[in-house]
């Protein structure tokens, strides 16, 4: 881009300009001038002389995306990176927000705009040698007002200053009041500037004094004490007032509007010697130089128990005359009674009663300033024509109390227009934008004027006083002192390095990086940044650096490649292209690329394959039937209007197999594999994208001449493309801890298998299952004698019978032919285990494992896991199917596709099924798992986080559309126990458990390396529904309480569910109860419902559902509700003379007559019928509301002759009724006892969690540190 000449007589299309085409120009600094705006008289104008109407003006917060506290450019729509480096048109420079730091910017241009306050700052010199310059707060603050008048950029940091305060990153997250910080710096100031010349120039420029006194009505003795001011806390509305003050000046009296201490509030004068009438107030002696004002607008209401702000409407002048605040005869002749007299009250406190609410609030609270200094020559006192304030500061809060924006409007004392300072954006503003800071809406001020106003309002007012001997002007420039000067000249030339650095930076290429280290054998990612200008061979040398390949191989093996990650192709390759520079390749300097480059190696006798544009990439896996092993991939490129047969040709080359018996499988995405044997159909036909993936055979088998989705190469690619790899954690076992369970009646040790492979390894499998199937065999044969259900005395018999039972045997498909050179091998339909036959030698083997003898291929051989794991294969009817030499080559049948092959159903086919049961069998007792053979293979896992002896864990390879019933029917054996007394639940990423149930899905949601632990515990069966029992103390705190957990089933009447629980509530809630003592109830949430009848059928009369909640209420008498006519609600009583509500009391109507409603009321409370009131309560229960309320906000009496219609709608059990006699007069209550009884009102309605709209955040207090940092984590303030 060469610059112009602005000299030139040249026409703009001879410059170079394209007619009829959009031209770009680039304005620059020239000789570091900042480029000016031309007016149409003069050329260049003075950013100050511009008309309003020329300027972006802005007041107030700016647009955000959701973020509470500050405004960012980031939101803005205007915003350009350069905007942040271009100084705003009005010459002043803004400031960077944080986070949420805009409270500390207001604050901070307050200060810089302070004429006083930055010229006494540029006088204090650091030295270094004294103190770090990273924690010395005043030269951090001296380093950024330099910054603010001599930069060029739009926007400056104030990390260095928050740095200096001790302050983390954390700080820049917490939103704090300006006021507050205000106090806390000047005190930092003062502690920083001891010893020095500005030792005193916080109390110079903004202490105030006033007088505290208490003066007797009887003999006119006073009592008083002098206390010094920073600021002035101005009240927008008085406690308990409904109406706010209208202005500044009528706040500013009420402050020191005396009030009469009379009653039982007399003070005891210590001249009269007993209690007299008094006036207690303030009277201002002294005001600052800077008069600082605070609006409280943050408040507490004790209704809610919540911080809020009032956004009422206060006025405040330009000038303010202070005249008639003073008090003249106190300075001119003041009191002979001295502060230190007796009569003297609250020593060290500056406030009366009237001020004690001022100053309630932590934000009023004086932070520690130390004001002990007072040998300073008193300041004189200027005549009263003289207080005349000048108004040059409003900071202006928008939010409310939970959190806001804080932004300044400031008047420069140097042409006196008024700015706005909204964090980086610097704007000028008029008297019009100050005036819509007064808050409020038009008109009113009355109580809820406040509720409807604007949220933008004045919050902190700063005023100067007028007095031409003292007010300031800015030092400029040439007159700053030395040591500024000093300071300015090196913030001037780290500028221009950081303005370099960005124009290095926008010339710069940012692109991830990768390669396939030939050490590490993984692919590395890097990001490559490489400047513009910079060639193609540079930039491989700079990613070979970037690698670590030095040394590794030469650099001449390496290439740079244009490179797709997401679908792993290489898009083109750039050959004799290497003197070529980066910035043409890429397409130019930009933010992000939609491609990355690849750094490829070639080993040193091979030689680059070009890639061109238009080629597609494809992965080619060899497959080896009689391993069963699937290879690593070789990359291949081929265009897509090749035919197969050139496709085959070019894979036969890069991989020596044989072209002619070749098949070729296309995957073209996951369940869809394609046999691609059509020659001359081209690749683009047959479905091939950018990034491809296929797998390809090549033997003499007979497997060439079988039907694809019958073929072992199908089944083999279908089982890897579905296998996953599950860890489970298995329970610890005891004899002890199932002595109380209920036991399937067959021992799980009784399914045996014998299988080749690495036996010495096989014992790690056997030693993990020797033990927990020892323990449970005895204890299982045990309980096989005790359980009344069909079976024979015999061990064997048992077992048959269970087996029958349980589950349905079906029979295997038939067997490869040669599997006849293979051991004969033994199945347990039920069982997937990996003990060997000869383990227990002992034990008789049932019919069913009997019958159910196969032969077995050996094709088998995992390509997953090692050879010492245990390999089953699972039939989820008639359980696993374990095998010698590996998987029988017709088991891997699940087809990927929609088909019926030889009758058999798919494993996701469940339409017949029940799906909304959580049990694992249909209605006649079959398993309701699979209908076909799955993979599973487990083998022993190595848990580093065993929590103690017996813990087990196992890495399961298992197809993931095996069902959850047939997954828990492989486990048996390794849990001990059968899959009805055991529980599964997934473990996520932040280790919570939640519990699979639904039996008869697959694992299909579940992928690689997710995690299982299994509990023991009674799974549910067909109809079952587990039921959570609460009970409900309708008279207690906390009316909801857990009792336990337990099952319901379908056709069970709730007498009978009622009959199970009992032994339950004795045994695990010590409740020894009878079933007419306690019933059953609906619960929706926290409220009682449906009452439930002993008669009353689950699922036909009350519908049931999985983790179902029930109320279980105990009962004073026999059950009163027996019919669903009947209306059971809950009634209490209102007292309004004692101002207590009684007791809740259950009342049984038989009908929805409010007529018998009151009567029943009338029979229970005494009250005679025509006195008695009604209302229904609101909200959960037990509908609670404060005393104070209940009176007056319910609708009491409501005109309706049932219960069931408008506005009363009760119609169910348990709706809450309020009651009350109308001629019962409401207790008076005093304002102390009113409050002391909202405040504990309060108190027990946050506490029993009702009317609390929302949690506020917790504030963290505003602390700086002088020594440089917290001493502890700030976490714990």
Not at 1099 to 1128: C, G, H, T, Y
């Amino acid at each position: 881009m060469a610059p112009l000449d602005q000299a030139s007589e040249m026409s703009l299309v001879l410059s170079g300009f394209e007619a009829g085409k959009r031209n770009f120009m680039q304005l620059t600094d020239k000789e570091g001038e900042q480029p000016q705006i031309a007016s149409d008289e003069s050329g260049t104008a003075d950013s100050s002389g511009l008309d309003d109407s020329s300027q972006d003006r802005f007041i107030g917060p700016l647009p955000r995306d959701g973020t509470v506290g500050c405004s960012s450019d980031y939101s803005s729509p205007s915003y350009s990176y350069s905007s942040i480096l271009n100084k705003s048109d009005t010459g002043y420079v803004g400031l960077v927000n944080q986070a949420m730091t805009c409270y500390l910017n207001s604050l901070l241009q307050t200060l810089f705009m302070t004429p006083e306050f930055r010229n006494a700052l540029y006088n204090w010199e650091f030295e270094e040698s004294e103190e770090d310059p990273v924690t010395s707060i005043p030269y951090q603050l001296q380093r950024l007002f330099v910054l603010l008048q001599t930069s060029k950029k739009r926007a400056i940091e104030t990390t260095d200053v928050t740095r200096s305060f001790g302050w983390d990153s954390s700080e820049a997250w917490q939103q704090h009041d300006v006021q507050e910080l205000c106090r806390v710096m000047f005190d930092a100031l003062e502690q920083k500037w001891k010893q020095t010349e500005q030792a005193d120039l916080i109390n110079q420029l903004y202490q105030g004094k006033l007088k505290d006194y208490v003066r007797c009505l009887e003999c006119g003795y006073e009592s008083w004490r002098i206390d010094t001011y920073l600021d002035i806390p101005l009240v927008i509305r008085p406690f308990g007032a409904s109406q706010a003050f209208g202005s500044v000046e009528e706040a500013l009296q009420a402050f020191i509007q005396p009030e009469t201490l009379d009653g039982p509030n007399q003070y005891f004068c210590e001249r009269c010697k007993k209690k007299c009438d008094a006036r207690k107030g303030l009277r201002f002696l002294h005001f600052p130089y800077l008069l600082t004002l605070q609006l409280k607008r943050f408040d507490f209401d004790y209704t809610t128990m919540h911080r809020i702000k009032l956004n009422d409407r206060m006025t405040f002048p330009e000038e303010l005359d202070m005249s008639p605040f003073i008090d003249v005869e106190d300075e001119k002749s003041p009191q002979t009674e001295s502060c230190t007299d007796s009569g003297a009250e609250n020593e060290g406190s500056c406030h009366s009663d009237q001020m004690s609410n001022d100053f309630s609030t932590d934000d009023a609270v004086d932070e520690g300033i130390c004001l002990d200094n007072t040998s300073t020559a008193e300041r004189a006192l200027k005549p009263k024509s003289s207080l005349t304030f000048e108004l040059f500061s409003v900071m202006v809060h928008s939010g409310s109390a939970a959190g806001g924006h804080y932004y300044a409007c400031i008047k420069s004392f140097s042409d006196s227009q008024w700015y706005s300072f909204n964090d980086q954006h610097v704007s000028k503003i008029t008297q019009d934008d100050i005036r819509k800071t007064y808050g409020g809406s038009s008109g009113s001020r009355g109580y809820y004027s406040s509720a409807f106003a604007s949220s933008t309002n004045a919050y902190m007012l700063m005023y100067r006083l007028k007095d031409p001997s003292r007010n300031a002007k800015f030092l400029d420039v040439e007159d700053f002192p030395e040591h500024i000067k000093r300071l300015m000249q090196r913030e001037k030339e780290s500028e221009e390095q950081e303005k370099r650095q960005r124009e290095i930076e926008r010339n710069t290429c940012k692109i991830k990086l990768f390669c396939m280290h030939p050490i590490k054998m993984m692919m590395v990612e890097n990001k490559l940044e490489v400047h513009k200008d910079k060639t193609l061979r540079e930039a491989t040398e700079m990613a070979y650096k970037l690698m670590d390949l030095d040394g590794v191989v030469p650099l001449d093996c390496c290439r740079l490649v244009k490179y797709d990650e997401f679908h792993e192709y290489l898009e083109r390759s750039y050959e004799g292209e290497e003197d070529m520079p980066m910035g043409l390749l890429l397409g130019g300097v930009k933010s992000s690329y939609m491609f990355d480059l690849l750094l490829e190696i070639r080993r040193p006798d091979q030689v680059f394959q070009p890639y061109k544009p238009g080629e597609v990439m494809v992965k080619v896996h060899v497959v080896d039937l009689k391993s069963e092993s699937i290879a690593a991939p070789v990359s291949v490129r081929a265009y897509l209007n090749q035919t197969i047969t050139e496709f085959k040709q070019l894979i036969a080359q890069a991989t020596g197999l044989c072209a002619e018996t070749m098949r070729v499988i296309l995957e073209r995405c996951y369940n869809d594999l394609r046999l691609l044997y059509v020659p001359n159909k081209t690749l683009k036909a047959e479905g091939f994208f950018r990034s491809n993936k296929v797998f390809v055979e090549s033997s003499d088998s007979a497997d060439h001449q079988a039907v694809f989705t019958d073929s072992v190469l199908w089944k083999l690619l279908d089982r890897h493309g579905n296998t996953i790899r599950l860890f489970v954690s298995l329970p610890e076992q005891s004899p002890g801890s199932l002595a109380n369970r209920t036991s399937c009646p067959k021992a799980s040790a009784d399914s045996e298998d014998s299988f080749d492979g690495a036996k010495g390894s096989r014992k790690s499998v056997e030693a993990i299952l020797e033990e927990s199937t020892e323990k449970l065999k005895n204890l299982s044969l045990q309980q096989q004698q005790q359980q009344h259900q069909q079976q024979s005395s015999s061990t064997s018999d048992s077992q048959k019978s269970s087996e029958h039972s349980d589950f349905e045997l079906i029979e295997s498909p038939a067997q490869e032919p040669d599997a006849a050179s293979q051991p004969s091998q033994t199945e347990n339909c039920t069982r997937a285990t990996s003990d060997t036959e000869n383990q227990f030698p002992s034990e008789e083997r049932s019919d069913s494992d009997v019958n159910n003898d196969r032969s077995t291929s050996s094709v088998d051989s995992d390509i997953l896991s090692s050879s010492h794991s245990s390999d089953t294969l699972c039939n989820a009817d008639s359980g696993p199917l374990p095998l010698a030499n590996g998987l029988d080559s017709h088991s891997i049948t699940s087809s990927r596709r929609s088909k019926a092959h030889e009758g058999k159903k798919e494993t996701w086919d469940t339409a017949e099924e029940d799906s909304g049961t959580d049990s694992e069998y249909d209605e006649n007792g079959k398993s309701k798992a699979d209908a076909q053979y799955l993979y599973f293979k487990t083998e022993p896992y190595s848990h580093e986080d065993g929590s103690g002896e017996g813990q087990k864990c196992l890495l399961v390879h298992l197809d993931k559309r095996i069902t959850l019933a047939a997954f828990k029917q492989n486990l048996e054996p390794f849990v001990g126990v059968p899959s009805t007394q055991f529980k599964v639940f997934r473990v996520y990423a932040n280790n919570q458990e939640f519990e699979s149930v639904r039996l008869n899905e697959t694992l299909s949601s579940f992928s690689d390396d997710n995690k299982i632990t299994i509990r023991l515990g009674r799974a549910l069966k067909k109809g079952e529904y587990r039921v959570k029992v609460y009970q409900l103390l309708v008279n207690d705190p906390e009316p909801c309480k857990f009792l336990l957990d337990t099952v319901f089933a379908k056709g069970m009447t709730v007498r009978q569910s009622k009959e199970e629980l009992l032994p339950q509530l004795k045994d695990q809630c010590k409740l020894d109860l009878s079933t007419d003592r306690f019933r059953l109830r609906k619960k929706t949430w926290k409220n009682p419902g449906t009452v439930f009848l002993d008669y009353h059928v689950y699922e036909e009369d009350i519908n049931i559902s999985s983790n179902w909640e029930v109320f279980l209420e105990v009962l004073e008498e026999p059950e009163r509700m027996k019919s669903m006519s009947q209306l059971a609600v809950l009634t209490r009583r209102w007292c309004p003379a004692q101002m207590k509500l009684e007791a809740f009391r259950e009342v049984v109507l038989e009908s929805s007559s409010v007529e018998e409603l009151k009567e029943k009321l009338s029979e229970l409370s005494g009250i005679p019928l025509e006195n008695l009131e009604f209302a229904k309560g609101r909200g959960t229960f037990p509908c609670d509301i404060s005393l104070l309320e209940i009176h007056q906000d319910l609708d009491w009496n409501p005109k309706v002759s049932t219960l069931n219609v408008w506005p009363l709608y009760i119609c169910d059990d348990g709706a809450v009724i309020f009651y009350r006699d109308c001629t019962e007069e409401l207790m008076e209550l005093s304002e102390e006892e009113r409050n002391e009884l909202m405040k504990k009102e309060s108190s027990r309605l946050l506490k029993t969690g009702h009317r609390v709209s929302y949690s506020p955040r917790k504030e963290k207090a505003l602390k700086i540190y002088l020594d440089g940092g917290p001493t502890k984590d700030p976490g714990q303030d």
